[in-house]
């Protein structure tokens, strides 16, 4: 069932190496977050054995028992909508979340951070299409917010980041990611903040996201396997 799974993690590593060399950027900066929601930790093993650790989730339920019963070694990023009433688990566990979606969920992810005396890394989720359905700041918010954001203490924010309008062609994310790393230099510029990260590609767009400045890339199916059903309006599981 699992047959092929360190070959597609090594071929993915491969790839991502070789859209460094064509951006001309050092193979060590960019990050592989595994995304290894809806799969079981028997597969998450044989990713970790094959020498991952970095991986991400989306639900915190259902990462919690893998967690669990893998080693702590494992680097856990938390890469879906953080509901409130999950932040505390969500910062025992993971070190890094990848999706905050507005001001309120910044301000309390810190008071949880300071009662837990965690500091955990996250990133801005922008939505650089405009969607109805996908969270994140809008541009516009995000540079009204900015200011108040970035003053907020107790959480690491590192970078922003996007998931893009979906698209049949993976040249059709590279405007979208190159507008998430303006709009970085534009928070930088006029904020006087560093903002070295920038999350984002996934399975069928990550070698453009690297191109475009990446730093890390959310792959899931082109190392687990395809998912086959829907969830929570996201591409969900087995
Ligand atoms: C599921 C998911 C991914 C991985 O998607 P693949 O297409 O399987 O690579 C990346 N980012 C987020 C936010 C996701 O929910």
Partial sequence: MSDGLPARLN????????????????????????????????????????GQLTFGESRQQEAQPKIDSLPEEIDWHFIGRVQRNKVR????????????????????????????GVVPNVFLQVNVGGEESK????????DREAESVFAIEGIQICGLMTVPPASEQKEQSRKWFSQLRDIRDGLEAKFAVTLPYLSMGMSSDYEVAIEEGATHVRVGSAIFGGRSYHVDGELGAR
């Avoid at 910062?91 to 890094?96: D, G, I, K, M, N």
């Avoid at 810190?110 to 837990?116: G, I, P």
């Avoid at 969270?135 to 918010?141: A, R």
């Fill in 89 to 116: 688990k969500i910062l025992s566990s993971f070190s890094t979340i990848h999706a905050i979606d507005s001001l309120k969920l910044a301000d309390f992810t810190s008071s949880v951070s300071k009662d837990l």
């Fill in 11 to 50: 071929e993915v590593k491969q790839r991502i190496s070789a859209a460094c060399r064509i951006a001309g950027r050092a193979a060590d900066s960019v990050q592989l977050v595994a995304v290894s929601k809806t799969f079981p930790s028997e597969l998450i093993r044989e990713a970790y054995d094959a």
């Fill in 135 to 142: 969270g994140g700041f809008e541009p516009d918010e995000l």
